[in-house]
């Protein structure tokens, strides 16, 4: 199994949000399940991401504690995604960047379509 080299700061708040969230779906995942997308094929829809990353970033979030993961016994196996209290915690900082987003989109869009200069 893989193991970073670099150890793991935890002696920030920052860093740990920076570990623990880092990834390019998990807040899109965590703001779509707070919108009852709950079943891992409508959010894959939703995002429009691979289903093996996907289902990794989940398993990150389950892992940490933001979301639940229930499974159901049924003839055809079913999974649904339900946010934790900490999961909810998350919200009003995912709504604030998407309207700081919102709010500076020409700037963005600009600054997204020129070329890196090398």
């Given at each position: 199994m893989y193991?970073?080299?670099i150890p793991i700061r935890i002696d920030c708040g920052l860093h740990i949000f920076?570990?623990?969230l880092?990834?390019?779906?998990k807040l899109?995942?965590?703001?779509?399940?707070?919108e009852q997308v709950k079943r891992p094929g409508a959010l894959q829809k939703k995002i429009a991401v691979d289903r093996r990353v996907m289902n990794k970033q989940?398993?990150?979030l389950v892992k940490y504690g933001f979301v639940d993961?229930?499974?159901?016994?049924?003839?055809?196996?079913?999974?649904?995604?339900?946010?934790?209290?900490l999961g909810?915690?998350?919200?009003?900082?995912?709504?604030?960047?998407?309207?700081?987003?919102?709010?500076?989109?020409?700037?963005?869009?600009?600054?997204?379509?020129?070329k890196p200069k090398l």
């Open positions: 193991r970073k080299k920076k570990e623990l880092n990834g390019k779906w899109m995942l965590i703001y779509y399940i707070s989940l398993d990150e993961k229930f499974s159901f016994d049924t003839k055809i196996p079913k999974v649904e995604y339900q946010l934790t209290p909810f915690s998350l919200l009003p900082i995912i709504k604030d960047l998407e309207q700081w987003g919102e709010n500076n989109r020409a700037v963005l869009e600009v600054a997204f379509s020129e």
